[in-house]
Structures are given as C-alpha cells and as structure tokens.
C-alpha cells in the first residue's frame, strides 16, 4: 500500500472553531489532493497541488485553505468550521512522473462539526 | 447537471450472477476514465483504467462509449468479495490531474 497517513482520524470540533486535517506521504509524488465524501455526492475535489507551494482550487474550496510547504505534507485548514463541512476528508496522492489515473487515497478523516 | 452521474442502486445479485451498470459523463472533452471500488468506510481504490476499445480484467470488463458519453462496468460471476460501491471516474477535461468522481453504484452479492 501507498505510504499515505492522514490525521487526525476522527475529529469532533464545535462551529467557528479552527481545524487543520494533515496528509503526510512517503511515496515523493508530486500531486496531492484533498476530497470529501458526502452521500450522494461522491468525492468533491476541494484543493490539490502540483508540487511545493503550488496548490489550486477545486471545485468545493469555499471555507477552506491549504498549504504544501513540503512535498510529503499538504495541510488542509477549516479557518471556522460550520456544519456543512462535517464529512469524511480524503487525501491522495498521484505519481510524479505522467499520470495513470491512479490515486493513492488515505484512509479518511472523519470530522464532525456541532 | 452533474459531470459524473451514476444509477446509486443497489443492485442485489446471487453469487454467479453477472450485473452490469453505466456511468455517463458530461464533458465531452473528457479523455481519461477509470472505475474505482470503494468498500464500505474505506477509501477508494483503482479498480481499473476504461480504454476506447473496451478492456477486461479476469471478471470485470469496461466498456466506452463516446458518441453517447458513457461508460459501463460489467462483472461476470459475481463473488461475494465483489459486494463494494464502484466509482466512475472521469478526468476534469483537458487538465488529466484533475478527477471527477460519480456518487457510485453500490453492488450487493448474496450467497
């Protein structure tokens, strides 16, 4: 399995308070992603990254923000949490060099905003 | 309208059975396509790549449809370890690092 690990793993956090979820991988790719998974949405992309420093939007990035200040390390941050943002956080990963297709997921975060 | 849509189900089969499902896709510009299987409370993984002229994989054939922007996902006698949700995945037009995810079909196989 890919070296990926997310943290924290289950997170129960209040509204207006800040949240940062980590992905941290051993694996050198130069993509990384950040998801979430709602019922009857599938994955929705937030933010992803193209290499250090380098991050775009995707297409739920409202509310949130992230940072890549190392290639094993992409932050994503809830400056103020509301509700609407509990849900199941991936992150992924893909290689560096041409693209398969091939995502390399964590195994989730679960966060739950009150 | 969604890019990536997907019949939800669930389609319950008897272990043997064959089931099959579509997924359609809205961006014509779309060039790569992909079927994940995700089981339940785990993160998603490559089930396999779609090709134009279609390919198999022992049990599971992919199929592509361009002209009608659809793609198909059949697997041939069911096993119970094949119970998962499938993803249809598409690539974001032009930019191939970029994913579009469909809800997903959830597949439930019976002894």
């Known amino acids: 399995d890919a070296g990926i690990t997310q943290s924290p793993r289950h997170k129960v956090t209040e509204t207006g308070t800040p949240v940062t979820l980590r992905c941290h991988q051993t694996e050198n790719h130069r993509y990384m992603y950040w998801y979430r998974q709602d019922p009857g949405h599938g994955l929705r992309l937030i933010h992803y990254s193209y290499g250090v420093k380098d991050t775009d939007k995707g297409e739920v990035s409202d509310g949130y923000s992230v940072s890549r200040s190392k290639t094993e390390d992409f932050l994503l941050t809830l400056e103020s949490a509301t509700s609407s943002q509990t849900s199941v956080y991936f992150c992924a990963i893909s290689e560096s060099t041409g693209f398969t297709g091939e995502l390399f997921f964590g195994e989730g975060s679960r966060l739950t905003v009150l | 309208r969604k890019e990536v849509e997907q019949d939800p189900g669930p389609f319950n089969v008897p272990e043997g059975a064959t089931v099959a499902f579509n997924c359609t896709y809205s961006?014509?510009?779309?060039?790569?396509f992909f079927w994940y299987r995700q089981d339940c409370r785990k993160e998603p993984k490559l089930l396999m790549s779609v090709y134009s002229s279609g390919n198999e994989d022992g049990r599971f054939t992919a199929q592509l449809n361009r002209a009608s922007q659809y793609i198909s996902l059949l697997i041939r006698d069911s096993k119970l370890s094949d119970s998962a949700t499938y993803l249809c995945?598409?690539?974001?037009?032009?930019?191939?690092?970029?994913?579009?995810f469909g809800a997903g079909t959830t597949v439930t196989v019976r002894a």
């Open positions: 961006n014509s510009a779309s060039q790569s």
């Open positions: 995945v598409v690539n974001i037009g032009s930019n191939d690092y970029k994913l579009s």
